[in-house]
C-alpha cells in the first residue's frame, strides 16, 4: 500500500519527521517497507504554450515547437507524439537538472538546434508514463513555475499490510490507526450532495440473486456528467499511488477507493440494456469481455453484475468493456457494493485477474459505509464533472447483520500483557480504536465492533489492540523462569526430546517446514493419503492451502533446495505432525522423516566415489535400525514393499510384529532428474506414536569370560532375505548366542541359477564358564540344521 504524507495529513495533524512516523507504524504492526521520495522542487522549470509547430526537415517523428514560456520565444526538438498548437506543458531550460539527475545542455537534434525539454512524466519523477509530455490545464499561464503547479518533493510509505488488516488498504484507514496511536482527531471528508428533484426509484432497480455472494449492493445514477481530465492534485495523488489517471469519473473511483478502501465501479448508463442491475452467477461458459480487451468465459463459480440481457462486470474483480466510462459517457451508474472475500479470490485466482479492487474485496471491506463512500464519489463528480445525482440511492442490504460485540475482562488483558494498565487508560484506548462501550463495570466491558474492524473476534484480539496502543516497547522482558505443575504429565515431551538427542546424535541435522503446504508437493511422494488432506476453505495462497499429510515430500524439496545450492552430503531429519481426515475429524500423528544425500560417513579419502543404490538404502536402513534399538526395539523387520514415493523395486516398509511403522525407500528417478540430481536418494518416515514405550534397559554384568565365533557361509535362493535367515535364526538361537553378523553376500554363475551365498559370523559367550570347542560345535550345529531344513540351504564353508 503506498500512501503519501500529503495525502494523510488531510485527515490527522501529523507533526513528526518522517523516520519518527515509520517507527510509530512499524511497531503498531504496519511496517514500513520503504520511503520514496517523488518529484523534487523543480528548480528553474516552468509551464510553457506551445505557439507554433512545424516538422523537423530531417526526421519524421521530430516536431520543432515555438514556446511561450514567460520569456522571449524559442524553439525545442520534441518527439511526443501529443504536442499541439496551444498546448500547456512543463519546460526544462537549458542548465536545469533534473529529477532523474540529467542535465541539460544545448544539443543539435538532426542539425537542429534544441534548447531544452519539454518534459513527459517521467523525466519529472513524477510517475513510469512516457507516452507523451505533460498536459496542463488551459488556464495556465505560461512562466508559472512547476513547483506551483505540480507541488514540492512528495514523501512517499510503502507499507506492507498483513491480511488482517483490510481496514488499513486506505488513506483514512492508515490516518485512522494514526489517530489512535497518537489519540489525535481523525477527519473525514465532507459528502455534500445536491440532488435531483427525481427519485431514483422511479428509473432503476437492483435484485440480488445470491445474497451470499452479495451482501450488500448500493446503486446511485447521475446525469449530465461531462467527461475530461480530472484536476491536477487528483492526477498527483493516485500516480503517487501507482494509479494511472484516465479521466474525471474513472479517476474519482479510483481515488475514493484509495481513500476509503472501498471499490467502486462506474458504468455508462446509456450502455445498459434495460433500467435494472441484476446481481448473479455467471451461467457455464458465459463470455464477458473485460476492461483489459480480453474475452473470459465464466463459470457458475463466478458473480457477476449484470443488466437484462447479458453480464457487464466480474464483481469485484473488474469491469466488462461494453459498459465502460467512455468520452461521451453523460449517465452515469456508480456502483458501491459488498461481495464475498471467498468468491472475489477464487474467481480472481481462476480468471489470473489480480486488481486493486479483487485485493481489497478479497481480504474483506466494510459493508456497513458502502453507502458513505458511494456518496462521497458522487459529491466529487458533482464537483468535478458538472454530474447531477438523482435523488436517494437504491441500498439493497439483505446480509445486514446487527453490530457485533465482544467481551474483555480488565484483570486478563493486564494479566496477558503483563503490564499493569489503569482501566481508564484501556477504556480511552477502545474510544481511540471506535470501539463502542455496550456496558462495563469493574471486572470489564463489552464493545460494540465497527465493521472495519472485522478481525476483532476475541478478548485476546482485544489484549492485543491495548498492547500495540500502550506500546510494545513497554512491555517488560522478565528472566525467564519455569512454574512446576506436579499432576502435570510431561512424559511425551521428555521422550519427543530423548529421541531428538538420539537422531542428531546419530549425525542428523534438523529441519522445520510449515504444516501448511500445496496439493502438488504432496501428490509427488503422498499420493495415496490424497483423499485424506485437510484442505483449508480459505487458504491465503495456493503454497499454503492444505495441512501435510506426511513429512516426506517436503524431506524431498529440502534436499532437492540444498543440492542446488551446492551442498552435496545431507542427512536431514525433520520430528513434526501430519494431519489426515478422519470419520471423528482430523487424525493428527507426530512423526519423524529422515533423508540422505551423497557419500554421508564415508572417510575424506572415500568421497569421490559414487554413491550406489544399494549403498543409499542400506546406509539409511542402517540408521533407522541404530534409531530403534536406542528404542529398545530389536525385532524390527524391513519388508519389501511397493510405495508410490518410492522408485519401483527400492522400498520396504518397517514392521514391529505386525504393526507398521512406516518406510523407507529411495526417491524416484524422475524426480531426482527434475531435480538434476544424478545419485541416489534415500528417505524413511516412521510414526513415533506406534513405537512402544522403550522398555528400561536391563543392566548385565561385564563379561569375564571369553568368546568364540564361528563362519557359516550356505547357498539359498536368490530371493531369500537377511531378515527371513535370521528369523530362523533366532527360532533356534541358543543362550549361549550373543550376536549374529552378516559379513558377505556373493551371486555368481558358479552357484547357480536363482542362487546366492551369504555368509554369516555367529559370536558365543557363556556368563557362567568358558565355552570348549566341542560346545561351541554342537551349538553352531543346531543352527546349521535348522537353516538346511527350513530354508533348503546348502552349507558350503564353516
Not at 503547479?149 to 512528495?154: C, D, M
Not at 522478565?478 to 531428538?500: G, H, T
Not at 540444498?562 to 500423528?589: D, P, S, Y
Not at 559370536?763 to 540344521?785: A, F, H, Q
Request: aromatic share 6%; glycine share 6%.
Amino acid at each position: 500500500m503506498l500512501v503519501p504524507l500529503s495525502w494523510l495529513k488531510e485527515y490527522i495533524d501529523l507533526h513528526e519527521d518522517t523516520q519518527a512516523l515509520c517507527d510509530l507504524l512499524t511497531f503498531s504492526g504496519l511496517e514500513v517497507e520503504a520511503v520514496e521520495t517523488h518529484g523534487s522542487d523543480f528548480a528553474d522549470i516552468v509551464a510553457a504554450e506551445i505557439t507554433a509547430i512545424s516538422p523537423h526537415p530531417d526526421a519524421d517523428r521530430l516536431t520543432l515547437c515555438t514556446i511561450d514560456y514567460g520569456a522571449e520565444p524559442l524553439t525545442v526538438v520534441c518527439g511526443a507524439p501529443n504536442v499541439r498548437i496551444g498546448m500547456k506543458t512543463i519546460y526544462a531550460p537549458v542548465g536545469v537538472t533534473l529529477p532523474s539527475g540529467l542535465t541539460l545542455k544545448k544539443a543539435k537534434i538532426r542539425g537542429i538546434e534544441s534548447l531544452g525539454m519539454l518534459c513527459a512524466e517521467d523525466e519529472l519523477g513524477l510517475s513510469e508514463a512516457h507516452d507523451g509530455i505533460m498536459d496542463l490545464p488551459a488556464a495556465t499561464v505560461p512562466g508559472t513555475p512547476a513547483v506551483d503547479i505540480l507541488g514540492g518533493p512528495e514523501i512517499v510509505f510503502d507499507l506492507e499490510v498483513t491480511p488482517n488488516r483490510p481496514d488499513c488498504l486506505s488513506i483514512i484507514g492508515v490516518a485512522r490507526e494514526l489517530a489512535a496511536l497518537t489519540g489525535r482527531a481523525l477527519r473525514l471528508p465532507d459528502t455534500p450532495l445536491r440532488e435531483g428533484l427525481t427519485h431514483i426509484r422511479e428509473h432503476f432497480a437492483v435484485e440480488i440473486q445470491d445474497p451470499a455472494g452479495c451482501p450488500r449492493y448500493t446503486a446511485r445514477c447521475l446525469t449530465g456528467a461531462q467527461v475530461g481530465p480530472s484536476p491536477e492534485w487528483m492526477q498527483k495523488r493516485l500516480r503517487l499511488c501507482g494509479i494511472r489517471p484516465i479521466n474525471n469519473l474513472v479517476d474519482i473511483t479510483n481515488y475514493v477507493m484509495l481513500e476509503t478502501g472501498q471499490p467502486l465501479h462506474a458504468f455508462d448508463q446509456d450502455l445498459l440494456h434495460g433500467d435494472k442491475i441484476i446481481v448473479r452467477n455467471a451461467a457455464p461458459g458465459e463470455p464477458l469481455a473485460t476492461l483489459d480487451d480480453k474475452s473470459r468465459a465464466l463459470t457458475p463459480d463466478d458473480l457477476v453484475i449484470a443488466d437484462a440481457d447479458r453480464p457487464l462486470a466480474v464483481a469485484g474483480v473488474m469491469g466488462g468493456a461494453d459498459s465502460e466510462i467512455r468520452d461521451t459517457t453523460h449517465r452515469v451508474l456508480l456502483e458501491s457494493a459488498a461481495f464475498s472475500a471467498p468468491r472475489v479470490r477464487a474467481t480472481a485466482k481462476r480468471l489470473g485477474l489480480h486488481t486493486e479492487s479483487s485485493y481489497r474485496f478479497a481480504r474483506g471491506c466494510d459493508m456497513t459505509h458502502a453507502e458513505w463512500v458511494s456518496r462521497r464519489a458522487a459529491s466529487l463528480m458533482q464537483q468535478y464533472a458538472g454530474a447531477t445525482p438523482l435523488q436517494g440511492v437504491i441500498d439493497a442490504w439483505p446480509g445486514k447483520t446487527d453490530p457485533r460485540t465482544v467481551s474483555c475482562r480488565w484483570k486478563k488483558i493486564t494479566g496477558l500483557i503483563g503490564v499493569d494498565i489503569p482501566v481508564d487508560t484501556m477504556r480511552g484506548y477502545f474510544e481511540r480504536l471506535g470501539l463502542v462501550e455496550e456496558h462495563q463495570d469493574e471486572h470489564g466491558c463489552t464493545l460494540r465492533i465497527p465493521g472495519y474492524r472485522g478481525e476483532l473476534l476475541r478478548e485476546v484480539d482485544l489484549v492485543e489492540e491495548i498492547a500495540r496502543l500502550n506500546g510494545l516497547d513497554a512491555i517488560p522482558a522478565p528472566a525467564p523462569c519455569a512454574r512446576i505443575v506436579p499432576e502435570a504429565n510431561d512424559k511425551p515431551v521428555r521422550r519427543l526430546m530423548r529421541i531428538w538427542k538420539q537422531i542428531a546424535h546419530q549425525g542428523f541435522l534438523e529441519i522445520m517446514n510449515y504444516s501448511l503446504t500445496d496439493p502438488e508437493t504432496l501428490a509427488r511422494l503422498d499420493p495415496a493419503q490424497s483423499g485424506r488432506q485437510v484442505k483449508l476453505p480459505n487458504p491465503i495462497s495456493q503454497d499454503q492451502s492444505v495441512l501435510r499429510t506426511s513429512l516426506l515430500p517436503q524431506m524431498a524439496d529440502t534436499l532437492a533446495r540444498n543440492h542446488a545450492r551446492q551442498n552435496h552430503e545431507l542427512a536431514l531429519f525433520e520430528l513434526g505432525t501430519v494431519f489426515l481426515k478422519a470419520e471423528t475429524g482430523v487424525e493428527e500423528q507426530t512423526r519423524v522423516s529422515f533423508g540422505q544425500l551423497g557419500p554421508v560417513r564415508r572417510p575424506a579419502l572415500d568421497k569421490q566415489r559414487p554413491v550406489t543404490d544399494e549403498e543409499a538404502f542400506a546406509q539409511l536402513k542402517g540408521q533407522l535400525e541404530t534409531f530403534l534399538r536406542s528404542q529398545r526395539m530389536t525385532d524390527v523387520q524391513f519388508v519389501p514393499s511397493e510405495d508410490a514415493a518410492f522408485e519401483p523395486g527400492q522400498s520396504a516398509t518397517v514392521l514391529l510384529g505386525k504393526q507398521e511403522l512406516g518406510r523407507i525407500g529411495l526417491l524416484p528417478k524422475a524426480l531426482r532428474e527434475r531435480w538434476k540430481i544424478f545419485e541416489p536418494v534415500a528417505l524413511a518416515e516412521l510414526v513415533l506414536d506406534r513405537l512402544p514405550k522403550a522398555k528400561l534397559p536391563v543392566m548385565a554384568p561385564v563379561p569375564t569370560f571369553p568368546s568364540t565365533s564361528r563362519d557359516l557361509s550356505m547357498v539359498v535362493d536368490s530371493h531369500l532375505t537377511h531378515a527371513e535367515v535370521m528369523a530362523v535364526i533366532q527360532q533356534a538361537k541358543p543362550y549361549e548366542l550373543e550376536t549374529v553378523d552378516l559379513v558377505d553376500i556373493f551371486e555368481g554363475k558358479k552357484l547357480g541359477e536363482n542362487k546366492k551365498s551369504l555368509s554369516y559370523r555367529f559370536t558365543y559367550r557363556s556368563p557362567k564358564k568358558t565355552l570348549t570347542d566341542e560346545t561351541v560345535e554342537k551349538l553352531n550345529g543346531k543352527i546349521e540344521k535348522r537353516l538346511v531344513d527350513t530354508l533348503n540351504a546348502q552349507i558350503v564353508g564353516r
